[in-house]
């Protein structure tokens, strides 16, 4: 697998995506306050929070699925305007989701394959045909996806549908999916929800030789403290739609707003 | 025991990603284009060929044109019918202009201008999904049916409101008209219905296919993989429309020899919807097999009872063959959703453990 | 420059001109779309309680038509017949949530929707199978509805109304009432509404599925009875108007699939607007767009409001 381009120029630890004073309401209801903060590139951030503290909605918003109404996001360098969920793809961000959202009815191949297609051009009438240029590009990503899948010991699954699997290996195949876009910036929203202490490991393993192989920057929601004080660089804790704490893993967990936030307030 | 793929090993990814990667399969689909091609125009009698055959062709390829938008990209469409008359009478007025140019030139290119009118009533799914997207392919349905009635220069000011084809010849032998015989007939349109299902293949096994089912299993997910919504979907609708297209126009042209709008009906659109649902959604081979079921069902009903000495009246049948439908559509849903393709899978799995269950 | 006229001034000059043919053309607009609007009535009470897009709905109103005329053409008396369709009716309701949807609980909503064809095709075909395929006539005497027409003289014209027209926007208003009372005020209407907002917990607290989904097959079979009588009465009972039922969709999608208002403002609206746009600008065409005007009508109006009328607006959570 290649490392991600280094994207304009940015090197590792400069601001690869800042949120600068972001809030999204529906209709009266708001889920994010005058959020701001920023990823750096080649570090592992993560977002934590009590439910319901708007991490989902943050990560929504990054990858263009919400648009918040106040608030400015900064890309490699770049401020967006509104965009598309896709450009935000083409830009070099992907996502892996809180309930998996695979493609259910396609095998794990095809599934991860489908990440590729920002990386897939040969036209309509070669993809016709399945000839020539169009069945060479076809084995060229495929021998990419075998990477893949061989990265993530899931050599024994590739023809399965994947609507059968069982729920931690189908976490696998969606972080395999989203891998297969080659991110420069990697959202992973509860990658290790509802797991056992056996396939935890294995999927912290995984994102850290994501890191540190390729150098992807990766943003993390996790509700397993532990999880996220070994994993990250730096976290910031959200409550209620405001952030209240931003630091290294042990700032926070010394920061007594944190510790109000997750124990409550004695009354 | 003997439909296996134990020893025969890929060393390529090419091997692998093969459309039937099992040796037996590709002997078996040798064998049925060999009697498809050869053994059928050979043997078959003028009424087998005609009202058997060519129906069912025609129906699989419409077949496969809706399985595309529906099955394999999740669009509901009631507006099948209308589709195929787009082409019908789009092949109906170029082979009126250009009478001497080569008339698959004209049937594949009015496949296009199917294609066309197809993007223009996709052009909605653009905001809305689902059921409510069932309901403009209902308004191309009843637009489409409207114009073939209200627009006499789509049937050339005829009297009749009705089309007709004259005879069109090809390397001079007379394809369509009186005087082509059902096996010309028969040999053109299997070409070009296995020149195109081959095509879907193609197409569903790479890039765009899979482009198509993420955005069937999961809309949200595949955009943030950056996958173009709109594009993708219009693209079905591209491509079913052309499927349809040029199956209206090789069932007026190669089949009927003429048309009146009545052909293209709402009742029409239904029909093929069911083929695709009890063939199997998001399976070539099971619209195939729908249409050849829904198609040869009531040929089956006709045939059978006289040959048993059972009198039914003409009437009784066709009310038969709806109840008949009926049931089957919520038999299979309640089998098996996934439909005859399905059934046929299971079966090959099966084949494949003999004699061990597991 | 003269089609723009054509298009965008001359009818409205001609509405103005004649005022009476106006208020005609929307009274014919309106009974049409009260029709439409109980077709689409039907259909919300099943999508609301057991999230079945009901394909059927239209045929059920056919059915019910022609059962009623077939048993009283058997030597049934009106009324007696009336109650025995009404029992048809609930045998339908029965056989379907037995064999279709008790089976099919929990598969996507596309497969419900798909089973829904195939209990319209059964019905046509044993519908035709027992009372044969020709349009029959409504017994509307028997069932003491009023006939003729009143006339009156106003806007410098006539304008006339069918008796059965005024009949069946007072029958269906009262019908509306009815279930909305029905709904909001028993014991059974708080469990449907329950159901309507989950599934899952309406089961927690004990409402039988399965008995709520045969109350509103039933319910929707009345009616598709009320209906196939008003609209036997104006025209025949015939499988002809199941493609007319079609138009029920465009009115759904104005109304919302959820709510009962929306399909009677949504019925209205379409029928009004079908009648109007037919009478007015239909001629500049050739005539016959009714057949397809209620879908643009619809489609148009989706493209700037995608939930209906009176939808809520749809959040996508992921």
């Known amino acids: ?267 | 025991m003997f439909y296996r793929e134990a020893g025969q090993f890929k060393t390529s990814y090419a091997a692998d990603m093969a459309v039937f990667p099992i040796r037996q399969d590709r002997i078996g689909l040798a064998v049925i284009l060999m009697i498809a091609f050869v053994g059928i125009p050979l043997f078959g009698n003028q009424f087998f060929l005609s009202s058997v055959m060519i129906p069912f062709l025609v129906f699989s390829l419409a077949a496969i044109g809706l399985n595309i938008l529906t099955g394999y990209t999740g669009l509901i469409s009631l507006g099948t019918a209308a589709f195929m008359g787009v082409g019908a009478y789009a092949c109906y007025k170029l082979t009126t202009f250009f009478p001497d140019v080569n008339l698959i030139v004209w049937i594949l290119a009015s496949g296009f201008v199917s294609a066309l009118v197809g993007v223009l009533f996709g052009l909605p799914s653009l905001r809305i999904k689902g059921f409510y997207l069932a309901v403009a392919t209902l308004a191309a349905q009843f637009f489409l049916q409207w114009s073939f009635v209200r627009v006499p220069w789509l049937y050339n000011y005829n009297t009749s409101g009705a089309i007709e084809v004259p005879e069109h010849d090809l390397f001079g032998i007379p394809i369509t008209g009186p005087n082509a015989l059902p096996e010309t007939r028969y040999l053109v349109l299997l070409t070009i219905v296995t020149v195109l299902t081959w095509f879907a293949s193609n197409l569903i096994h790479g890039r765009i296919g899979r482009a198509w089912m993420a955005v069937r299993d999961m809309d949200i997910a595949a955009e943030l993989m950056g996958i173009k919504l709109l594009d993708t979907k219009l693209l079905a609708f591209a491509v079913s429309s052309f499927y349809a297209g040029v199956a209206g126009a090789c069932m007026v042209f190669l089949w009927y020899g003429s048309a009146e709008p009545e052909v293209f009906t709402i009742n029409q659109s239904f029909l093929i919807l069911f083929m695709v649902i009890i063939g199997g959604l998001g399976s070539l081979l099971g619209s195939f097999l729908g249409a050849a079921l829904i198609y040869m069902l009531p040929i089956a009903l006709r045939v059978l009872p006289a040959s048993l000495g059972v009198p039914i009246a003409a009437a009784t049948v066709e009310h038969l063959q709806f109840i008949i439908v009926g049931a089957l559509i919520i038999f299979f849903l309640i089998v098996e959703p996934h439909g005859l393709a399905r059934l046929w899978q299971t079966g090959k799995q099966k084949l494949r453990m003999w004699p061990f269950p597991y | 420059m003269d089609i723009l006229y054509k298009i965008f001034v001359d009818p409205f000059v001609q509405m103005g001109a004649a005022p009476d043919l106006l208020v005609q053309t929307m009274w014919e607009g309106l009974v049409a779309g009260v029709l439409y609007a109980l077709i689409a009535l039907g259909f919300v009470l099943i999508f609301k309680a057991s999230g079945v897009f009901n394909f059927a709905q239209g045929i059920m109103v056919v059915f019910a038509g022609l059962t009623l005329v077939g048993l009283h053409e058997m030597g049934v008396p009106a009324f007696l017949a009336v109650i025995l369709t009404l029992g048809v009716m609930f045998l339908i309701a029965v056989a379907v949530e037995r064999v279709v949807l008790r089976p099919l609980v929990n598969q996507p909503d596309i497969i419900l929707f798909m089973a829904t064809f195939g209990i319209t095709y059964l019905l046509i075909g044993i519908g035709e199978l027992i009372f044969g395929g020709n349009p029959k006539r409504m017994i509307a005497k028997e069932l003491y509805l009023p006939s003729g027409s009143v006339e009156f003289q106003t806007l410098g014209g006539f304008v006339q109304l069918q008796k059965i027209d005024i009949a069946a926007s007072v029958i269906a208003a009262i019908m509306i009432a009815v279930l909305a009372f029905f709904f909001q005020k028993t014991r059974i209407g708080r469990a449907l509404r329950a159901v309507a907002d989950s599934h899952k917990a309406a089961l927690s607290v004990g409402i039988s599925l399965n008995q709520i989904w045969v109350i509103v097959w039933f319910t929707a079979g009345i009616v598709a009875l009320v209906t196939g009588i008003m609209w036997g009465a104006r025209s025949d009972v015939s499988f002809a108007l199941q493609i007319i039922a079609l138009k029920a969709l465009p009115v759904l999608i104005l109304g919302g699939f959820t709510s009962v208002p929306g399909a009677i403002v949504g019925g209205l609206i379409i029928g009004i607007g079908e009648k109007l746009g037919e009478f007015y600008w239909g001629p500049l065409v050739g005539g016959g767009i009714e057949s397809w005007l209620a879908y643009f009508i619809a489609l148009g109006f989706l493209l700037f409001r995608p939930q209906g009328l009176f939808g809520e607006k749809i959040i996508e959570r992921i």
């Not at chain 1, 990386?119 to 069945?135: D, I």
């Not at chain 1, 023809?159 to 999916?177: A, D, F, I, N, S």
Request: hydrophobic content about 40%.
């Open chain 1, 1 to 267: 697998m290649r490392a991600p381009g280094d994207g304009h120029g940015i090197m590792a630890g400069d601001v690869l995506l800042a949120v600068d004073g972001v809030s999204l309401s529906f209709g009266g209801v708001k889920a994010i306050t005058d959020v701001s903060f920023d990823i750096r590139k080649g570090e592992i951030r993560a977002i934590i929070g009590p439910n319901g503290a708007g991490k989902t909605s943050m990560l929504n918003v990054i990858n263009g699925f919400y648009h918040p109404q106040k608030g400015r996001i900064t890309f490699k360098g770049e401020m967006r305007r509104r965009m598309r969920p896709y450009e935000a793809a083409s830009q070099g961000i992907a996502r892996t989701f809180q309930n998996v959202a695979l493609f259910k009815g396609m095998s794990t191949i095809d599934n991860i394959m489908a990440g590729r297609t920002l990386k897939m051009h040969e036209n309509f009438f070669w993809q016709c045909l399945r000839h020539g240029p169009a069945m060479r590009e076809e084995v060229e990503h495929r021998r990419f996806v075998e990477e893949i899948i061989d990265f993530l010991e899931i050599q024994a699954i590739r023809k399965t549908p994947v609507g059968k699997l069982p729920y931690g290996l189908q976490k696998r195949v969606e972080l395999g999916r989203a891998l297969a876009m080659e991110p420069e910036l990697l959202l992973l929203d509860e990658p290790m929800a509802g797991m056992n202490l056996e396939e935890k490991e294995d999927m912290s393993r995984f994102i850290v030789d994501v890191n540190n192989q390729y150098g992807t920057t990766i943003a993390l929601i996790e509700h397993d403290i532990g999880v996220v004080m070994d994993l990250s660089d730096r976290v910031v804790v959200l409550e209620y739609g405001r952030k209240i704490a931003d630091g290294s893993p042990a700032e926070v967990s010394s920061d007594q707003a944190v510790i109000d936030a997750y124990l409550g307030v004695p009354h």
